[in-house]
């Protein structure tokens, strides 16, 4: 299917041509304008048959959409670990509503609390929502293959600096793949202050009306407990009022952290 997005040119059976004014792709909804009415015509994808304007009609799945790209961003994570990348790190940590989690790609050393930070390689849930890409030039639903050439054709030089070995985290994140794709993924966004690390690595789920993980309990990336100390496991000493997971280097910070 053809992307959809605000602007695109429609075709409906019985209002003719008109023009998509906004798009949820979580629902299923959007509203088009026909003509010059002034006021838009809201529509449901799976039931109003909707085409492009060449007749192509525009289906909307009708099972649960992802409502987070984190499960897609792992698949294709794993898949460059295979190639060769893997000095490629996805890192993951909810928002301070707890509505929407948001997730950064980066690469190089594995330093967690201080991750190189390029355009691109970092979004979230909330924007998800309503364009579900990732924002190098992929198209929404797009396989973990075609993500790559994605990526691979927005920033050459951000991913050759994932070229290199790290056995112990693709060896990590390869089981954690295994254990919850499709539908779940992991956060690593634990670090409230006066709260004790979890024991297991938290799991979030990426679309509704799925049941809750029940699978394996799953642990930490390696070296991540070692980076709070031992105390904090029992909370008698809590490092991480100090250092925050959303520390960038050379005081950069992201656009949508407050």
Not at 122 to 132: E, I, K, T, V, W
Not at 216 to 245: E, F, I, N, Y
Request: proline share 9%; charged share 20%; hydrophobic share 40%.
């Amino acid at each position: 299917m053809k992307p959809i997005a605000p602007g695109t040119v429609i075709f409906h059976r019985h209002r003719g041509y008109g023009v998509l004014t906004a798009v949820n792709l979580l629902t299923g909804w959007v509203a088009a304008r026909f003509g010059d009415e002034s006021r838009t015509l809201d529509l449901n994808l799976s039931t109003d048959d909707v085409q492009h304007a060449d007749g192509e009609a525009i289906l909307f799945r009708r099972a649960a959409p992802e409502r987070m790209p984190h499960a897609r961003l792992m698949a294709m994570v794993r898949a460059l670990h295979r190639a060769g990348y893997q000095r490629l790190y996805l890192y993951s940590w909810p928002q301070p509503s707890g509505l929407h989690w948001r997730w950064q790609l980066f690469t190089g050393p594995r330093h967690w609390m201080q991750r190189p930070w390029r355009e691109g390689w970092y979004g979230s849930g909330a924007d998800y929502n309503f364009n579900p890409v990732m924002n190098w030039g992929d198209a929404p639903g797009a396989s973990s293959t075609d993500l790559v050439h994605a990526l691979a054709q927005f920033d050459p030089l951000g991913l050759a600096q994932a070229l290199g070995r790290d056995e112990d985290h693709t060896d990590w994140f390869a089981a954690v793949c295994d254990a919850l794709l499709p539908n779940y993924a992991y956060s690593l966004g634990a670090d409230q202050p006066g709260m004790a690390l979890p024991p297991h690595l938290p799991v979030i789920k990426v679309r509704q009306r799925i049941a809750d993980y029940a699978g394996p309990d799953l642990p930490w990336p390696p070296g991540w407990k070692h980076l709070w100390g031992a105390d904090t496991l029992s909370g008698q000493h809590d490092p991480r009022s100090v250092v925050r997971h959303d520390v960038i280097p050379m005081g950069m910070r992201l656009p949508f952290d407050c």
